[in-house]
């Protein structure tokens, strides 16, 4: 078996992608920020399924693991709108805030999992549709979605993130439009409006607008482009449901050089490095900001106090730091 250098170097900065993107989960979840929470989870969730396939399949095709398979295509299905729903989600946020309209946490939380969440599992339910066999096996790449492409491939699968980029962006240009035009009344609101809690989380809410404009400018010409990479590939017309399902359960496996095709090259390399830089970009926000530093420094005061303690053999002062961890998670 001779591994592939790219898929190595892939790998790697797959496992990296999945680790930095949780860096910051913990305050934005004792913030309650369902949309960069449900952002981090899928972009996090994405990169640990394009790890596996590339750590397992670099150098092979064989078919090693059925139920893996199919969950993990499930997941790259998901992934075609769970980036775009969750951006959606914090775009939305944002007009609220700067229109003073948001509502109770309770409902906002409940609408961002409808969007954030149900979208794409909805997107995974109506795929079905569309999908000739269970899976394929690239060599190299490992598991993916046996998605036909046919007429109601594009309203099903591929118009997902375009249309959810495009609402993602209204929200967007809504949202710069309304606090520019207010932007003094950001210095003389009262406390007890949304517009003093954007004066007090500036910094914040700008790097969540960046990211969005970033998500959305990456997400337009990318899923345009697999699509129209996908009309010239592989484009089947629609025939009937038993037609496009006689051989669901036939798995087919694809080497390298089969499928290493200049225009499947290209549309398999962006799909799944885009869910890396979208780790990578939301670490960069998020993960080297102030607050972030704020909440190193308080890991790395309580584990240096934990090491010593350790070195001190003291199962007193362990108990004694480990409540201190607790307590300083639930202040924070």
């Known amino acids: 078996m001779s591994l592939d250098t790219t898929t190595t170097v892939f790998a790697a900065f797959a496992f990296i992608g999945f680790v930095l993107a949780l860096v910051p989960f913990y305050w934005h979840y004792k913030a309650a920020n369902t949309g960069t929470c449900l952002y981090m989870f899928w972009a996090s969730l994405g990169c640990l399924n394009a790890f596996i396939n590339a750590v397992v399949w670099n150098g092979n095709w064989t078919d090693h693991a059925p139920v893996w398979c199919d969950i993990s295509t499930r997941i790259i299905v998901a992934e075609n709108s769970a980036i775009p729903a969750s ?3 914090i775009t939305r946020r944002l007009y609220h805030i700067a229109t003073n309209t948001v509502g109770s946490k309770r409902r906002e939380a409940i609408i961002n999992f409808s969007v954030g969440l149900g979208l794409p599992i909805f997107n995974v339910a109506l795929t079905y549709i569309v999908q000739g066999n269970r899976y394929y096996i690239y060599e190299d790449l490992g598991c993916w979605p ?4 046919t007429q109601p491939t594009y309203p099903l699968f591929y118009a997902w993130p375009i249309a959810l980029g495009l609402v993602s962006a209204g929200y967007g240009v809504a949202t710069m439009y309304t606090f520019i035009r207010h932007r ?3 210095h003389n609101v009262g406390s007890d409006t949304a517009m003093e809690s954007f004066r007090l989380n500036k910094s914040l809410y700008t790097r969540l607008m960046i990211l969005c ?12 482009y697999i699509i129209y990479a996908s009309t010239r590939n592989a484009y089947q017309p629609w025939v009937s449901w038993g037609f ?5 359960t036939h798995i087919y496996t694809l080497t390298a050089s089969f499928w290493r095709t200049p225009q499947v090259w290209a549309v398999v390399e962006v799909s799944r490095w885009s869910n890396t830089l979208n780790a990578f970009v939301f670490f960069a926000l998020f993960g080297l900001a102030q607050e972030a530093h704020l909440h190193y420094s308080l890991v790395y005061k309580y584990a240096k106090r934990l090491g010593s303690s350790w070195r001190e053999g003291s199962s007193l002062h362990l108990s004694r730091y480990a409540l201190l961890l607790i307590l300083a998670g639930n202040c924070h």
């Not at 046996?146 to 492409?149: E, G, K, L, S």
């Open 87 to 89: 951006t959606l989600c």
């Open 146 to 149: 046996a998605i036909i492409t």
């Open 184 to 186: 003094r009344d950001i």
């Open 213 to 224: 404009c970033v998500d959305v400018t990456l997400t337009l010409p990318i899923a345009s």
């Open 244 to 248: 496009l399902h006689a051989d669901f």
